[in-house]
């Protein structure tokens, strides 16, 4: 297939991109490196450096397009808060621009990165797609919004969209020279702030909150590895069929928590790993697992790293050739 990734300079969308150049496919990368690395794209991938507010240029009914995999986003739930109207442009107004060039161009498929951050506070745990949506923040709001826009697309206009519910994205792909690992600034993510730390680029890493109601007190998070979550993005583009819009959770169904996180960086870094407890954050819920279950049934997804050791292992490997 000829496939538009949007945002194949960030994290996770140079990860999927090179997953599918692997499986034959041609991939035109649409990112304008706003928060991406030149470095992560795929020299066999097409760049094309432009806001996906100018899809339409790229995304035209001569360029004979089969699917979109929409990864570009501002995703921090903190600045959402602050900068909201940032958000909507992006998120919401940016997206829409997109959906109408692909809709414009006869475009089949389109696969979007969601969050759990859509369904905020849950009700109950592991997560179920069909739980309650009340986002905590802008950034679960845009990405809940666009959500509801791709289920009118695939009923008034027959696309076939899948949206990837991530939860928790960790590791590293580490493969034939290449390495792919996180680097958001500012880092707010876990693992590379205990990296960071290991690392003796950071003082100490903050726990918010150790009263919380779960083994150990900290917050419980579920964690996927990039490569399986990549993976997932293969199997989903099978998947999309003309007029439905599946839903699908992608994490480990297992959770761990803050200092089990701490302990396994210490335990991959060999480092002291100085920490401090800090008062517990707004809207932080104690325990966020995903119910992959669908995915796995319906997907037949199933992840092959789902240990911390794996996940921390890997992404200090990129950690150590790239960033220290
Ligand atoms: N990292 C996670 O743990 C996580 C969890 C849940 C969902 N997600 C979703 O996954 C997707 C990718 O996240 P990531 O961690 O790889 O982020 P990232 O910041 O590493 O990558 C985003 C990429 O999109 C590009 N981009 C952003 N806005 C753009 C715009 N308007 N026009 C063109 N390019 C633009 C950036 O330059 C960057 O290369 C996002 O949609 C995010 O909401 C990530």
Same mark, same amino acid.
């Given at each position: 297939?000829?496939?538009?990734?949007?945002?194949?300079?960030?994290?996770?969308?140079?990860?999927?991109?090179?997953?599918?150049?692997?499986?034959?496919?041609?991939?035109?990368?649409?990112?304008?490196?706003?928060?991406?690395?030149?470095?992560?794209?795929?020299?066999?991938?097409?760049?094309?450096?432009?806001?996906?507010?100018?899809?339409?240029?790229?995304?035209?009914?001569?360029?004979?397009?089969?699917?979109?995999?929409?990864?570009?986003?501002?995703?921090?739930?903190?600045?959402?808060?602050?900068?909201?109207?940032?958000?909507?442009?992006?998120?919401?107004?940016?997206?829409?621009?997109?959906?109408?060039?692909?809709?414009?161009?006869?475009?089949?498929?389109?696969?979007?990165?969601?969050?759990?951050?859509?369904?905020?506070?849950?009700?109950?745990?592991?997560?179920?797609?069909?739980?309650?949506?009340?986002?905590?923040?802008?950034?679960?709001?845009?990405?809940?919004?666009?959500?509801?826009?791709?289920?009118?697309?695939?009923?008034?206009?027959?696309?076939?969209?899948?949206?990837?519910?991530?939860?928790? *994205?960790? +590791? !590293?792909? /580490?493969?034939?020279? #290449? &390495?792919?690992?996180?680097?958001? @600034? =500012?880092?707010?993510?876990?693992?590379?702030?205990?990296?960071?730390?290991?690392?003796?680029?950071?003082?100490?890493?903050?726990?918010?909150?150790?009263?919380?109601?779960?083994?150990?007190?900290?917050?419980?998070?579920?964690?996927?590895?990039?490569?399986?979550?990549?993976?997932?993005?293969?199997?989903?583009?099978?998947?999309?069929?003309?007029?439905?819009?599946?839903?699908?959770?992608?994490?480990?169904?297992?959770?761990?928590?803050?200092?089990?996180?701490?302990?396994?960086?210490?335990? *991959?870094? +060999? !480092?002291? /790993?100085?920490?401090? #407890? &800090?008062?517990?954050?707004?809207? @932080? =819920?104690?325990?966020?697992?995903?119910?992959?279950?669908?995915?796995?049934?319906?997907?037949?997804?199933?992840?092959?790293?789902?240990?911390?050791?794996?996940?921390?292992?890997?992404?200090?490997?990129?950690?150590?050739?790239?960033?220290?």
């Amino acid at each position: 297939m000829k496939l538009l990734v949007t945002g194949g300079a960030g994290y996770i969308g140079s990860v999927v991109t090179r997953l599918l150049l692997d499986a034959g496919h041609e991939v035109v990368v649409l990112d304008d490196l706003r928060t991406g690395h030149a470095v992560a794209l795929a020299p066999e991938a097409t760049h094309v450096n432009a806001p996906i507010h100018e899809a339409a240029t790229v995304l035209t009914p001569e360029a004979g397009f089969d699917g979109v995999l929409h990864f570009a986003s501002l995703i921090q739930a903190g600045e959402s808060m602050v900068k909201p109207e940032k958000y909507w442009e992006v998120n919401v107004v940016g997206s829409l621009r997109l959906l109408e060039a692909a809709r414009a161009a006869g475009v089949r498929k389109f696969i979007f990165s969601s969050t759990a951050a859509v369904y905020g506070n849950p009700a109950e745990v592991p997560i179920p797609e069909d739980a309650a949506k009340q986002p905590t923040n802008t950034y679960g709001a845009t990405k809940l919004a666009f959500d509801m826009a791709l289920t009118s697309e695939t009923f008034a206009h027959r696309l076939g969209a899948v949206s990837l519910r991530y939860f928790n *994205v960790a +590791g !590293a792909y /580490l493969r034939d020279g #290449v &390495a792919i690992g996180e680097r958001h @600034d =500012p880092e707010t993510h876990i693992i590379p702030i205990a990296l960071q730390v290991a690392a003796g680029k950071r003082d100490k890493l903050q726990l918010f909150g150790d009263d919380y109601p779960t083994p150990d007190g900290t917050c419980v998070r579920d964690y996927i590895h990039v490569e399986d979550l990549a993976r997932a993005h293969l199997l989903a583009l099978d998947a999309a069929v003309p007029g439905e819009h599946k839903i699908f959770n992608l994490g480990n169904g297992t959770g761990f928590s803050n200092r089990e996180i701490v302990d396994a960086a210490r335990e *991959v870094t +060999g !480092a002291e /790993l100085p920490v401090e #407890v &800090a008062p517990r954050r707004d809207g @932080d =819920p104690a325990i966020l697992v995903a119910s992959s279950q669908r995915a796995r049934d319906e997907l037949g997804w199933v992840p092959q790293k789902a240990t911390l050791a794996d996940m921390i292992g890997d992404a200090w490997a990129f950690y150590r050739s790239h960033v220290a």
